[in-house]
């Protein structure tokens, strides 16, 4: 027998929430007749997995099977499959509310997610590491000898030289810059594939003819980058920085960029000097025309959320309250980052996306509405678009922190955003 629950998803929630198990949704049996739809199930288009995206599912009116860690817009038809295991949804009637989540809930939805993640990226080492078994042996007999060997070493020379190899082909150099991606995650494993020589061969994988092998290189060493100031400066030195702003400013697929932008912020944060060049090269501005070319969409509230992260860094650095060196204090001195936003007319840039539905990202661009604020009054007063949204946002979450505030969350997410919200308007009369 085909037994499934279903429910209806309120608000905008990761594929794992917790209330499948723990909360007091309507749980509705469906009956087979509901279940005909599933051999019109549609193939879900296999995007990228940025580690920091938050990836959405889009319904349709057929069943789809939500993947780990996507999130599920609101009104969406929920249902766990019991025979699978398999969590799917389609559209669905917003009117059927029978609940809502708390920030409480959220937050465990989002550990819940995370540790998700985990599993999968466990699941792929264990992938890596089964095609590469011979090291495992080989280890072993190492091991016998009292020598030790470092696996994940040996591991990298072997993808870095597939990837290297005028033998290989074109998948196989995608599939062992997707595999190093995994271990270049670790601090050392970073430094390794730096002095291996790894680092500057998908530094020139950037400028490939090829769009797979730009968006892996990208995607790589972004993730060597992360918080690793000795492989940010070897990068920079590499002439990654010029790169990926080329990658930026010129035609290329969505998927290209995304990582391209995802690799560029990982060079910037906490880098001073990579900041001050990316400013020189012009780099502010090659971000402002992602937002005059068509289909980049989805790259905006990226763009402003690692904006954002620069101004705040900055400001800190300056407070000197987060044991920043002094020499590093003097280099962020010399970032101008504000005063370009502010000729480059980035004030209005963000105020648009207040426009946008997802909770998420109003929440990130209010962030920078704020800190906007100080330079960029006069632009929002004379701004009558922007005091319709704000005027919308504010009955919304009004309504949204009420309902709340009744389930018993004092200290509610739209609570908060409704204060955002407020807090602006409040500073544009
Ligand atoms: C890549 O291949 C070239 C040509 O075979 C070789 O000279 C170079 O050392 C290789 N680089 C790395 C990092 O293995
Ligand atoms: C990429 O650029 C570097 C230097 O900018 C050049 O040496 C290399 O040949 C280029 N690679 C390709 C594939 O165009």
């Keep these: 027998m085909n037994s499934e629950v279903s429910l209806t998803a309120r608000g905008f929630f990761p594929a794992f929430h917790p209330c499948f198990f723990l909360c007091e949704f309507a749980l509705t049996k469906i009956e087979e007749s509901d279940i005909k739809d599933d051999s019109g199930k549609e193939p879900i288009t296999e995007d990228d997995a940025d580690p920091e995206d938050l990836e959405v599912f889009y319904p349709t009116h057929q069943w789809q099977t939500i993947r780990p860690g996507q999130a599920v817009p609101a009104g969406s038809h929920v249902r766990l499959n019991l025979q699978t295991g398999d969590r799917e949804a389609k559209l669905g009637k917003v009117d059927v509310v029978s609940n809502s989540f708390t920030a409480q809930e959220l937050k465990k939805a989002l550990a819940k997610m995370k540790e998700n993640e985990k599993a999968e990226r466990k699941a792929h080492e264990e992938e890596v590491r089964k095609k590469f078994r011979p ?122 960029k995304k990582k391209a932008l995802f690799a560029l912020s990982s060079m910037l944060r906490h880098f001073p000097y990579a900041q001050q060049q990316f400013l020189k090269l012009g780099g502010l501005q090659v971000l402002r025309s992602l937002f005059r070319q068509k289909g980049m969409e989805t790259l905006h509230v990226r763009v402003v959320t690692l904006l954002y992260d620069l101004i705040v860094e900055k400001v800190r650095s300056q407070e000197g309250g987060d044991g920043t060196r002094p020499e590093k204090i003097q280099q962020y001195r010399q970032v101008k980052l504000v005063p370009a936003v502010v000729e480059q007319d980035w004030c209005v840039v963000v105020s648009n996306l207040l426009a946008m539905p997802e909770h998420d990202t109003r929440e990130k661009v209010l962030k920078m509405v704020s800190v906007l604020m100080a330079f960029c009054k006069e632009r929002y007063r004379g701004d009558q678009a922007l005091s319709t949204t704000l005027g919308l946002l504010r009955s919304e979450y009004e309504e949204l922190a009420a309902e709340e505030q009744r389930e018993g969350d004092k200290e509610g997410y739209f609570k908060e955003l409704l204060g955002s919200v407020n807090t602006i308007i409040q500073e544009l009369r």
């Design 135 to 256: 090291i495992e042996q080989l280890k072993e007999e190492f091991e016998k000898l009292n020598m030790k060997m470092e696996t994940d070493y040996e591991i990298m020379v072997k993808l870095i030289s597939k990837f290297n190899s005028s033998a290989s082909t074109l998948d196989e150099k995608v599939a062992a810059l997707y595999d190093l991606e995994y271990y270049v995650h670790q601090v050392d494993n970073a430094k390794d594939f730096l002095s291996m020589g790894g680092l500057q061969l998908v530094i020139d994988g950037l400028n490939s003819t090829e769009a797979a092998l730009k968006e892996h290189a990208a995607f790589v060493l972004g993730a060597a980058l992360s918080s690793n100031p000795k492989v940010q400066i070897e990068a920079i030195e590499g002439g990654a920085l010029q790169k990926l702003l080329v990658i930026l400013a010129t035609e290329q697929p969505l998927a290209v």
